[in-house]
T-cell receptor, first 114, second 112 residues
Framework: DTEVTQTPKHLVMGMTNKKSLKCEQHMGHRAMYWYKQKAKKPPELMFVYSYEKLSINESVPSRFSPECPNSSLLNLHLHALQPEDSALYLC?????????????FGQGTRLTVV | GQQVMQIPQYQHVQEGEDFTTYCNSSTTLSNIQWYKQRPGGHPVFLIQLVKSGEVKKQKRLTFQFGEAKKNSSLHITATQTTDVGTYFCAGPENTNAGKSTFGDGTTLTVKP
């Protein structure tokens, strides 16, 4: 199984809502990532988890809150988002953060904030 | 911080023509990865280059890593409509933290 599964695929939320994005992988990877991608732009790194510990937070606003309940799961909790947060949110995993390992991306959650 | 630049931003070719995208980093890279993202899709890993001057081939795709490990290229021979998409290079900052910087990507369209 070389898949990274993300749910939901699409999400529309109001600025006062609280929602969560979910990501799951069963490849035994110990590094997991959240990226944000705007249209016609490259993925931008948001968070990195290594062995279930947050290792990188790219100065992401606190309205985005990541969580790694176990080595297979990664969540992104959303609260009080702004319309400019509308984007494709991609989860990825790799064997580890160091060394030469490829990243497997999920299909993404297309988020619209209204 | 590290910057990774890619050119061209867009390339339109006739089916059967060749295509090349170039990636340049402001810093020396320990390795470089290439990804393809189809329209409406997600990035899919193509290849990783590690050694200075390395050349790797995948069917019609040829990947090169520069001698100074600051640039790379992807060349597609005889493009097909299935090659349509955006090609990104990504280079890790020289740490073990897992932080990679993606280039802006080159979007390839192929006219049948």
């Amino acid at each position: 199984d070389t898949e990274v599964t993300q749910t939901p695929k699409h999400l529309v939320m109001g600025m006062t809502n609280k929602k969560s994005l979910k990501c799951e992988q069963h490849m035994g990877h110990r590094a997991m990532y959240w990226y944000k991608q705007k249209a016609k732009k490259p993925p931008e790194l948001m968070f990195v988890y290594s062995y279930e510990k947050l290792s990188i937070n790219e100065s992401v606003p606190s309205r985005f809150s990541p969580e790694c309940p176990n080595s297979s799961l990664l969540n992104l909790h959303l609260h009080a988002l702004q319309p400019e947060d509308s984007a494709l949110y991609l989860c990825a995993s790799s064997q580890r953060t160091g060394g030469f390992t490829e990243a497997f991306f999920g299909q993404g959650t297309r988020l619209t904030v209204v | 911080g590290q910057q990774v630049m890619q050119i061209p931003q867009y390339q339109h070719v006739q089916e059967g023509e060749d295509f090349t995208t170039y990636c340049n980093s402001s810093t020396t890279l320990s390795n470089i990865q290439w990804y393809k993202q189809r329209p409406g899709g997600h990035p899919v890993f193509l290849i990783q280059l590690v050694k200075s001057g390395e050349v790797k081939k995948q069917k019609r795709l040829t990947f090169q890593f520069g001698e100074a490990k600051k640039n790379s290229s992807l060349h597609i021979t005889a493009t097909q409509t299935t090659d349509v998409g955006t090609y990104f290079c990504a280079g890790p900052e020289n740490t073990n933290a897992g932080k990679s910087t993606f280039g802006d990507g080159t979007t390839l369209t192929v006219k049948p």
